[in-house]
Structure formats: structure tokens, C-alpha cells
């Protein structure tokens, strides 16, 4: 299982360096969220907690744009009954839930650094808090992104779709993991944060279980 999951990895991966569709994309959209934010804030002060908030528009936005590729290429290439036939589907999910998750530390990463280098009200005072959270919120963003594409796969209208279904079931994950990024921009421990790091291990729990769980149905139906 774990060679066929890593094979349907270096398939995707290699496959992205050839067209480099996702990475295009989410490249473009990171540099034009930010760039019309800057614009749109001028010269003007912006509390640290909004900063916050944006920092994870951002990241939602640019995930929208490009982590949907991820079974829909499958479907335009026909190559979707080829994968039926040689692996089963926990493994199918396994595959592809790597490929999302290099994807989103990646596309994630280059938004931290761009950010903290722009504006500077971001400033994180809990480092760890922040990691942790970092961490945490991206691995819940790709096991989401993952399913979400798998269901919309088979969809004909897949563009639109995509934000339409991501946004109810990662508004949890996002609304925590702004509060929690406020609270590493004021210094708060990981003691009174607590509570929010729960409700984030929670989530990715669930939405791995559920993925798991739910992926064999819908991949063949």
C-alpha cells in the first residue's frame, strides 16, 4: 500500500513539474491577494488582529485556486478507471492526500515569508504557538482540500463547485486558526490557547477519519 501511495505521489508530483498548472496558479493568485491587499491598505495602520485575518484569506483563496486539481486531472485524462483497477482506494487517497500536502506546506510557506516581509504588523510573539498552529491548520487545509476534490471530480461544474462546497467545511478550521494566530501576534501561551489547539486537532482527526471512511464510495461511484 505505502510504495503504490508513494508511486501515485511521484506520478502526480512529476506530472505537476511537466505542466505546472497548480503551482502557476497558486502562484499568481498569492501575488495578486497580496499585492491588492497592500494596495487597498495604503498607508494606513491595520489593527494586528486584522492582519491576522487576512494572512488566512489568503490562504483560503489560494488553496481554492489550485488544490483542485487533485482528482480532476484524473478525470481529463481518463486515467481515473486505470487507478480503479491497480489500487485500492485508501491507497488512491493516501497518494494524493501527500501530493496536497507538499503542495499546500509549499504554497503556505512562501505566504508566511511574503507576508511577514510586507506588512508589518504581523509580528509573531509566540514562535511555537505559531509553528504549532502552522502546522496543524495546513494539515486539516489539505485532508479537506483532498476530499472535497475527490467529490467534485465527477461534477460538470468543477470550478465552481470547489469554493462552494470548501468554504462550510473549512469555515471551523479557518475562524480557529485566525483566533489562534491573534493569539501568537499578542504573545498568548500555549496554556490559554489550549482550548483552540483541541478544536484543531479535533478537526483534522475527524475530516481524516470521515476522508477515509467516506473515500471508497465515493471513488466509486
Not at 508589518?120 to 486539516?140: H, M, P, Q
Amino acid at each position: 500500500m505505502h510504495s503504490k501511495a508513494f508511486a501515485l505521489f511521484l506520478k502526480d508530483f512529476r506530472s505537476e513539474l511537466r505542466t505546472r498548472y497548480a503551482v502557476n496558479s497558486l502562484a499568481m493568485f498569492i501575488l495578486v491577494a497580496i499585492s491588492v491587499i497592500l494596495f487597498s491598505i495604503g498607508q494606513e495602520k491595520i489593527p494586528q488582529s486584522l492582519t491576522g485575518g487576512l494572512f488566512w484569506v489568503v490562504i483560503f483563496f489560494s488553496a481554492m485556486s489550485g488544490l483542485a486539481r487533485a482528482f480532476v486531472s484524473e478525470e481529463e485524462r481518463g486515467t481515473t478507471l486505470t487507478l480503479q483497477l491497480i489500487a485500492s482506494p485508501s491507497t488512491i487517497f493516501t497518494g494524493k492526500l501527500l501530493f496536497n500536502l507538499i503542495l499546500v506546506f509549499l504554497m503556505n510557506i512562501v505566504i508566511a515569508v511574503l507576508y511577514s516581509a510586507l506588512f508589518d504588523e504581523f509580528v509573531i510573539r509566540s514562535f511555537y504557538l505559531f509553528v504549532l498552529t502552522f502546522v496543524l491548520s495546513n494539515f486539516g487545509l489539505a485532508i479537506s482540500s483532498t476530499i472535497i476534490a475527490a467529490i467534485i471530480s465527477k461534477a460538470g461544474s468543477k470550478g465552481t463547485l470547489y469554493p462552494v462546497l470548501s468554504f462550510p467545511i473549512l469555515l471551523p478550521l479557518i475562524l480557529t486558526s485566525v483566533q489562534l494566530t491573534s493569539n501568537c501576534m499578542v504573545g498568548t501561551s500555549f496554556a490559554e490557547s489550549k482550548v483552540d489547539l483541541a478544536v484543531i486537532v479535533c478537526y483534522d482527526v475527524i475530516m481524516l477519519t470521515a476522508s477515509y471512511m467516506l473515500f471508497d464510495f465515493i471513488w466509486k461511484d
